[in-house]
């Protein structure tokens, strides 16, 4: 790597930590909270707004049945979070929905699971960052216009931001989610102090406006289901809640404690800003409409629709415009941070499934800032071809998002529910019996609640958009399972066995050699020195006049390393190669040939394009033969280091020629050169055809690959 790709990094990412400071990267409740509860804290300033915008479909009456669907969604956020609670519990290692279905109901609905969470994820962040587009866009309209650009350029900030490590990336998101939580709660607090006791008139913008159903009839069983499509809508308020227990592992000491405290913390905050922005939007008579065009037949031209919680802060803030533009920079603000919670959550998720084998191994190991950072990076990638292909509208993402999220909390609950069963055979005592009657009757609700949900959700939305996220699910339980068999494939073919101590009855080296400069000398001097049994320089002829002014200077400077060519009609080196050293190897089965290869080290990115792509070729050819040995031998051009060291092969006692000399051999003074070939072949050069039998030649013209 560069120097200027170095520094690249490091300003990006920061200097490297140590594993043993891993410990002091956990994180306090405080700053938990905003790291793993900022999507669901800021799911709610777009959830209610999901609720009115599927109900006015059927006209403003309708707007009636939103605080009762709030309530249903509340209702379900309550279980959700207590049955989270015990799960935190029960599985404190981080696996969460994906351990606690695993162990409880087996491989199948762990993959499920994990499926749905690695979608459900990815889908947070496109969703999130969507959002926060659309609300600056009230204050921006150049954002507007660009969605997808802001969107793009946010993962990227956020994605750097996380490589940097987790307490880093906490603390940056502390302050942002707590003022936004702050800004709600004072906009709700204000909004019905001005109108329960100071009486003032506060109305939003769309309250006079006259919204037109896009339908003649919204009855009986079409009103049935755009009331569970609207349910379903602003059940969106849950995602994020399984992120606490999939990330107990980042919490200080006790981390179950912890982690269950701060998921109370999250479903109170929730619950209090998605029922008081509910409360608010029916008091102040805020509208949003699907086609605002066509459903608002009265609006001003030029009217553009803004998000509910927009139109909220400024009825509210009418009067105080510093407050408007509070409450708008911090939804913005925490709708991109709400990213983050998908950040800690896939990276956590990715490495315990590749240590289980499912996911490639690189997503195991964490990074130099002590995060995973190779399941960030493709966590970034994955949301932005979300970004790109749905053109950053939420309203067509919300449909694939809560899917996935409904499956694990449903799988996770059942699986809770057998854990329980499995507690209560092993006959604990009469308290500690009622205290897992009490965890076993929660997640049993639970399980009944999510599911009902789950079904509620394919019901309304499969032909919105459910069935992609369900053929995204399926796609990456068909390739986890694919990479298992592989990694089992490769650990089956690894096995050691007696015979695998065996050692080959000879060492055949081959030399590649294409010119006599420095790096061949070098090979040859490091190839004599392991001192194998048959030992061979070769050349490719693919220049005649070449291979006549090697094999002159061979014969010259009197090398004691036989030269053999390989001719080769169409000028090809690898393929010669390659069928030299298959007949080496049909000849003497029980023989290792090993081949070494002179190579540049070249020190700019530019100059590995103009070097080393025969080596290159070569290598990779090679590797897959057999019974074969590739050596790279080394040779430092001076753009590679300012500062190179002293090779020994450099050292004053080496021999001029590039080869070990008698001193310099393996043995000390006076030991014989290893392999020193009869001074009748110091000048012998063979020629061939590839089939290894050359026949004595005076050294014709060639060139050895390049």
């Not at 510093?322 to 919670?341: K, Q, R």
């Not at 060492?507 to 048959?534: F, G, M, Q």
């Not at 291979?547 to 080769?568: A, F, M, N, Q, Y």
Request: proline content about 6%.
């Amino acid at each position: 790597m560069s120097k200027l790709a170095v520094a690249l990094k490091r300003l990006v990412v920061g200097r490297p930590q140590r594993s043993d400071r891993l410990t002091s990267t956990l994180l306090p409740k405080r700053i938990a909270l905003p790291v793993f509860a900022s999507d669901a804290m800021s799911s709610v300033a777009y959830a209610p707004e999901e609720i009115f915008l599927t109900l006015s479909v059927a006209g403003v009456a309708s707007y009636a049945l939103s605080p009762w669907i709030g309530l249903a969604v509340v209702i379900v956020m309550l279980t959700v979070v207590a049955s989270y609670r015990q799960n935190v519990h029960a599985y404190p290692s981080g696996g969460g929905d994906y351990e606690v279905t695993t162990v409880n109901l087996g491989r199948t609905a762990g993959l499920t699971v994990a499926s749905a969470l690695l979608v459900d994820y990815t889908l947070t962040v496109a969703v999130s960052i969507s959002s926060a587009a659309a609300n600056i866009g009230a204050l921006v309209p150049v954002v507007g216009e660009h969605k997808v650009l802001f969107c793009v350029s946010a993962i990227v900030i956020l994605t750097a931001i996380n490589l940097r490590g987790l307490r880093e990336s906490g603390a940056a998101f502390a302050i942002p989610v707590y003022a936004f939580v702050f800004g709600v709660a004072a906009m709700i607090i204000w909004g019905f102090t001005r109108i329960l006791i100071l009486g003032d008139d506060v109305r939003a913008a769309s309250a006079n406006l006259h919204l037109v159903a896009e339908g003649n009839e919204f009855t009986g069983l079409a009103l049935v289901l755009l009331v569970l499509r609207s349910f379903t809508q602003g059940a969106a308020a849950l995602t994020g809640v399984e992120a606490i227990s999939n990330g107990v592992p980042a919490f200080r000491k006790p981390k179950s404690k912890n982690a269950a405290t701060t998921l109370l913390l999250l479903g109170a905050t929730s619950i209090a800003m998605f029922l008081g922005l509910i409360a608010l939007a029916i008091t102040t008579g805020a509208k949003i409409a699907e086609d605002p065009v066509r459903q608002f037949p009265d609006a001003p031209p030029g009217y553009q629709q803004q998000t509910m919680i927009a139109q909220l802060a400024d009825a509210v803030f009418a009067d105080f415009r510093p407050g408007f533009f509070f409450v708008i920079v911090m939804t913005a603000l925490i709708l991109v941070l709400a990213a983050n919670t998908a950040f800690n959550g896939f990276p956590v998720l990715g490495s315990i499934l590749s240590q289980d084998r499912y996911l490639p191994r690189q997503l195991h190991t964490r990074g130099d800032r002590l995060a995973f950072s190779n399941g960030i990076l493709a966590l970034s990638v994955f949301a932005v071809l979300l970004v790109v292909g749905f053109q950053a509208e939420v309203t067509r993402l919300i449909p694939l998002y809560t899917v996935g999220v409904f499956v694990s909390f449903t799988l996770s609950q059942a699986g809770m529910v057998r854990h329980w069963n499995r507690e209560l055979e092993l006959g604990p005592e009469t308290a500690e019996r009622r205290r897992i009657r009490r965890s076993q009757a929660i997640n049993g609700f639970g399980t009944i609640m999510t599911g009902l949900v789950l079904v509620t959700v394919l019901i309304t939305k499969f032909a919105l958009g459910a069935w992609i996220a369900i053929v995204a699910m399926s796609v990456f339980f068909v390739l986890m399972l694919m990479i298992q068999k592989h990694y089992d494939r490769v650990a089956a073919a690894l096995v050691a066995d007696e015979s695998d101590d065996v050692l080959p009855s000879r060492n055949h080296a081959v030399v590649l050699v294409s010119t006599l400069h420095k790096p061949t000398l070098r090979a040859l001097a490091y190839a004599r020195a392991t001192r194998p049994d048959i030992l061979e320089a070769v050349t490719v002829n693919v220049d005649d006049s070449e291979t006549k002014k090697l094999v002159d200077l061979w014969h010259t400077r009197g090398i004691p390393v036989p030269l053999k060519v390989i001719e080769s009609p169409y000028r090809e080196v690898t393929r010669p190669v390659l069928d030299y050293v298959k007949r080496i190897r049909t000849d003497s089965p029980r023989n290792v040939v090993t081949v070494y290869i002179p190579e540049y080290v070249v020190g700019h990115w530019w100059e590995q394009v103009l070097h080393n792509q025969s080596a290159l070729r070569l290598k990779t050819r090679l590797l897959f033969q057999p019974g074969v040995m590739v050596t790279s031998v080394p040779w430092q051009l001076p753009s590679s280091s300012r500062t190179r060291a002293l090779s020994p092969l450099d050292a004053p006692g080496a021999s001029r020629r590039g080869y070990p000399t008698a001193d310099t051999a393996p043995g000390g003074p006076g030991a014989p050169a290893p392999d020193k070939p009869d001074p009748a072949d110091r000048r012998e050069t063979r020629r061939t055809d590839g089939s290894g039998r050359g026949t004595v030649g005076t050294g014709g013209p060639g060139t050895g690959p390049r």
